[in-house]
T-cell receptor, first 115, second 111 residues
Framework: KAGVTQTPRYLIKTRGQQVTLSCSPISGHRSVSWYQQTPGQGLQFLFE???????NKGNFPGRFSGRQFSNSRSEMNVSTLELGDSALYLC??????????????FGPGTRLTVL | DAKTTQPPSMDCAEGRAANLPCNHS???????VYWYRQIHSQGPQYIIHGLKNNETNEMASLIITEDRKSSTLILPHATLRDTAVYYC????????????FGTGTRLQVFP
């Protein structure tokens, strides 16, 4: 099985722009979560989707949004980019949200740089 | 906030066992202990999880104390490829996959 894929892998944007990141989960997985990783704050949960519904949301401003499609693929969007949004954005998938096995598979991430 | 405490860094000689401790003194009865690791610039990788019994898989062993307030991840024969940041996470198995990562332990395996 192919792993979690994220596109693009690297992205450079300027302040004020918006960006859309894409995540394709492992085939058959229905739950997708997004995380932001920065040197200062570490790994922080952004949001989680299951069957096209947002199940959980982290403590991020409304500029951060996401969605999930019927094929379980997910996108996240960041509007009005700020310098502090520079980070590695990671996507993870699992068979079902909150399953006891809890095995989430992470993608390689998208490295976003905001200039 | 993360509910776990881990030492910031540890060293281990290649071929020796690496024992990574984790304190989770406020763990609830329905919370599992999960371990993930992150090799530089890659996405985190699931290692193992447990509730109250010791667990072993092809990657590692997890020893949870009887009072469940702490645990130890054991890599029986560490290799250079095990150099990574290791995260201990407690999570309720329910209707969410949300993981709260702490700062983890940076394990350096040396030749």
């Amino acid at each position: 099985k192919a792993g979690v894929t994220q596109t693009p892998r690297y992205l450079i944007k300027t302040r004020g722009q918006q960006v859309t990141l894409s995540c394709s989960p492992i085939s058959g997985h229905r739950s997708v979560s997004w995380y932001q990783q920065t040197p200062g704050q570490g790994l922080q949960f952004l949001f989680e989707y299951f069957s096209e519904t947002q199940r959980n949301k982290g403590n991020f401003p409304g500029r951060f949004s996401g969605r999930q499609f019927s094929n379980s693929r997910s996108e996240m969007n960041v509007s009005t980019l700020e310098l502090g949004d520079s980070a590695l954005y990671l996507c993870a998938s699992s068979l079902e949200a909150g399953g006891v096995q809890g095995t989430q598979y992470f993608g390689p991430g998208t490295r976003l740089t905001v200039l | 906030d993360a509910k776990t405490t881990q030492p910031p860094s540890m060293d281990c000689a290649e071929g020796r066992a690496a024992n990574l401790p984790c304190n989770h003194s406020t763990i609830s009865g329905n919370e599992y202990v999960y371990w993930y690791r992150q090799i530089h610039s890659q996405g985190p990788q699931y290692i193992i999880h447990g509730l109250k019994n010791n667990e072993t898989n092809e990657m590692a062993s997890l020893i949870i104390t009887e009072d469940r307030k702490s645990s130890t991840l054991i890599l029986p024969h560490a290799t250079l490829r095990d150099t990574a940041v290791y995260y201990c996470i407690v999570r309720v198995a329910g209707n969410t996959d949300k993981l709260i990562f702490g700062t983890g332990t940076r394990l350096q395996v040396f030749p």
